[in-house]
């Protein structure tokens, strides 16, 4: 029996290759669609879809998903099995002073998402959220049963914004749709735009580097093999309308992820102090019970265990470019 066809947007992204380089070793048919943009860095983009491109069952498209008329031309032309929306406008500080692309690539394109995954009958959608969601909740850890009215970023308005309209999608027309609130995700291959990244490059180039609210934050760290395997689940059960959080259901300290990174490059941080950003909450700790009950999602990399992992890809990345 041949294996499902899944269409992958933002395919080129950090979560996307690794799901995509997933699906293609289990032998699926992938099409992914990405449309490329400079947030950060195009080149770490395109080394991605390098890798992408060796697998003769993998299918690539440049464009944006506010493009109804391409992204319905794709669906026709491809007939998924099922659709992961990873495509989004990252980032939730850099949704403070950008708003409007946020409302543009999350809100208007997720609804394109959704209405082709109507008109095509598709079997199932699984999409992207986040746990900024959670917004300014103080209760630990953050359970999918908890309000989310308090909303701190615009990033996270768009999320639960996500969310809704998925789950009226479901209950109008019948859709399957799976929502995957991702908690601080990193590993090999990972975005340049996030703390670990920018810690690692400005510690190794001597440079300093910022820590906000005087390094009194917690994050639930998730490596990303733990978040691909969790999304390759909720794929396989393809819910009819459910939301999960995928993290490691461990809080761990800003000030000992730097501690990790010290230690795996062979030199001290020289740190500056800062006051809390608008927008950012001090703590973030998945509750994943229910999450290991309907996917069987079972986390295994400790920060301590994964830190070395991205660091071994980001030295072999920085020798490559040279």
Same mark, same amino acid.
């Given at each position: 029996?041949?294996?499902e066809?899944i269409?992958?947007?933002g395919?080129?992204?950090?979560?996307?290759?690794?799901l995509?380089?997933?699906?293609?070793k289990d032998?699926y048919?992938?099409?992914?669609?990405?449309?490329?943009?400079?947030y950060?860095?195009v080149?770490?983009?395109?080394?991605?879809?390098?890798?992408?491109?060796?697998y003769?069952?993998?299918?690539?498209? #440049?464009y944006? +998903?506010?493009?109804?008329e !391409?992204? $319905?031309s794709?669906?026709?032309?491809? =007939?998924p099995?099922?659709?992961v /929306?990873l495509a989004?406008?990252?980032?939730?500080?850099y949704?403070?002073?950008?708003p409007?692309?946020?409302?543009?690539?999350n809100?208007?394109?997720?609804?394109?998402?959704?209405?082709?995954?109507?008109?095509?009958?598709?079997?199932?959608?699984i999409?992207a959220?986040s746990?900024?969601?959670?917004?300014?909740n103080?209760k630990l850890?953050f359970?999918?049963?908890?309000?989310?009215?308090? #909303?701190?970023? +615009?990033?996270?308005?768009t !999320?639960? $914004?996500?969310e809704?309209?998925?789950? =009226?999608?479901?209950?109008?027309? /019948?859709?399957?749709?799976t929502g995957?609130?991702?908690?601080?995700?990193?590993?090999?291959?990972?975005?340049?735009?996030?703390?670990?990244?920018?810690?690692?490059d400005?510690?190794?180039?001597n440079?300093?580097?910022?820590?906000?609210?005087k390094?009194?934050m917690?994050?639930?760290?998730?490596?990303?093999?733990?978040i691909?395997?969790?999304?390759?689940?909720?794929?396989?059960k393809?819910?009819?309308?459910e +939301?999960f959080?995928?993290?490691?259901?461990?809080?761990?300290k800003?000030m000992?992820?730097?501690?990790?990174i010290?230690?795996?490059?062979?030199?001290?941080?020289?740190?500056t102090f800062?006051?809390?950003?608008?927008?950012?909450?001090?703590?973030t700790?998945?509750?994943?019970?229910?999450s290991?009950q309907?996917l069987g999602?079972?986390?295994?990399i400790?920060?301590?265990?994964?830190?070395?992992?991205?660091?071994?890809?980001?030295?072999?990345?920085?020798?490559m470019?040279?």
């Amino acid at each position: 029996m041949p294996k499902e066809k899944i269409l992958v947007t933002g395919s080129s992204g950090f979560i996307g290759m690794h799901l995509c380089i997933s699906l293609l070793k289990d032998g699926y048919q992938v099409l992914g669609i990405d449309n490329m943009n400079d947030y950060y860095n195009v080149d770490l983009k395109n080394s991605r879809l390098e890798k992408l491109n060796k697998y003769i069952n993998f299918n690539f498209e #440049q464009y944006d +998903i506010t493009n109804l008329e !391409k992204l $319905t031309s794709s669906f026709k032309n491809f =007939s998924p099995d099922k659709v992961v /929306n990873l495509a989004a406008q990252a980032g939730v500080r850099y949704s403070i002073n950008n708003p409007h692309s946020y409302i543009e690539s999350n809100i208007v394109g997720f609804m394109n998402i959704l209405e082709c995954v109507r008109h095509f009958k598709i079997e199932g959608l699984i999409y992207a959220s986040s746990s900024s969601v959670y917004g300014a909740n103080t209760k630990l850890p953050f359970s999918v049963e908890d309000s989310t009215e308090n #909303q701190v970023s +615009i990033y996270g308005v768009t !999320k639960r $914004t996500n969310e809704l309209m998925a789950n =009226s999608y479901s209950h109008l027309y /019948n859709i399957n749709t799976t929502g995957l609130r991702f908690f601080t995700v990193y590993g090999p291959w990972g975005r340049p735009d996030m703390a670990m990244f920018i810690f690692a490059d400005n510690i190794i180039n001597n440079k300093e580097i910022t820590v906000y609210n005087k390094g009194l934050m917690n994050r639930d760290f998730t490596y990303i093999d733990d978040i691909v395997g969790g999304i390759f689940s909720a794929i396989k059960k393809n819910y009819p309308c459910e +939301i999960f959080n995928l993290g490691s259901s461990r809080s761990e300290k800003i000030m000992n992820m730097i501690k990790y990174i010290e230690r795996a490059i062979g030199k001290k941080a020289n740190i500056t102090f800062e006051d809390i950003q608008l927008g950012d909450i001090k703590e973030t700790l998945a509750d994943i019970k229910y999450s290991e009950q309907k996917l069987g999602y079972k986390p295994t990399i400790s920060l301590n265990k994964g830190i070395p992992k991205f660091m071994n890809w980001y030295k072999e990345h920085k020798n490559m470019k040279k």
